[in-house]
T-cell receptor, first 116, second 112 residues
Framework: GAGVSQSPSNKVTEKGKDVELRCDPISGHTALYWYRQSLGQGLEFLIYFQGNSAPDKSGLPSDRFSAERTGGSVSTLTIQRTQQEDSAVYLC??????????????FGPGTRLLVL | GDSVTQMEGPVTLSEEAFLTINCTYTATGYPSLFWYVQYPGEGLQLLLKATKADDKGSNKGFEATYRKETTSFHLEKGSVQVSDSAVYFCALSGPGTDKLIFGTGTRLQVFP
């Protein structure tokens, strides 16, 4: 079946602009995660959704970052007033179960964001 | 807080050599442990996992054993192939939190 998909695959933007990154999880997966992969920081957790609610937002680096999930499916990560340090690959992952730390997370291909 | 430490890369090996990539962790409670792999140009994918102490995860000839006494989850393969060239990430997920905490990644380069 279809895996996790993300769009766009690449995004170049100017400093100060807003960007929206989209994630379509595997159908039926109830848990959704956002991570960021950057040269300086490695792979970092950003936010986690159970259904449409976000019980853990602890990884969002600033109030310029926000995310939502609708219909228990698609999620959008929004970065306002982008800065050069936001340049990274943004990864989305999903799992079928809620509250199961031993479950495999299935990752999308990522969105590569470059802020000029 | 919880953390994962893995050996720095790159690791450069000849084909058929033995591979070890060290990984140790710090966590409260009993986390689940994972190795994820990122092949060139591809997304992150699970290689193997272990969910309790003394469990051994295995896949594609790779193995790792969950060692609670040494808080380690070292990745091993007896004979690497060129196709194993990739970046390998050790990760944990603690009880009560489902997020993955990753190590910094180790790049493996295998030459024929």
């Amino acid at each position: 079946g279809a895996g996790v998909s993300q769009s766009p695959s690449n995004k170049v933007t100017e400093k100060g602009k807003d960007v929206e990154l989209r994630c379509d999880p595997i159908s039926g997966h109830t848990a959704l995660y956002w991570y960021r992969q950057s040269l300086g920081q490695g792979l970092e957790f950003l936010i986690y959704f159970q259904g449409n609610s976000a019980p853990d937002k602890s990884g969002l680096p600033s109030d310029r970052f926000s995310a939502e999930r609708t219909g228990g499916s698609v999620s959008t990560l929004t970065i306002q007033r982008t800065q050069q340090e936001d340049s990274a690959v943004y990864l989305c992952a999903s799992t079928p179960l809620i509250g199961a730390s031993q479950e495999t997370q299935y990752f999308g291909p990522g969105t590569r964001l470059l802020v000029l | 807080g919880d953390s994962v430490t893995q050996m720095e890369g790159p690791v450069t090996l000849s084909e058929e050599a033995f591979l070890t990539i060290n990984c140790t962790y710090t966590a409260t409670g009993y986390p689940s442990l994972f190795w994820y792999v990122q092949y060139p140009g591809e997304g992150l994918q699970l290689l193997l996992k272990a969910t309790k102490a003394d469990d051994k995860g295995s896949n594609k000839g790779f193995e790792a054993t969950y060692r609670k006494e040494t808080t380690s989850f070292h990745l091993e393969k007896g004979s690497v192939q060129v196709s194993d060239s990739a970046v390998y990430f050790c990760a944990l997920s603690g009880p009560g939190t489902d997020k993955l905490i990753f190590g910094t990644g180790t790049r493996l380069q295998v030459f024929p």
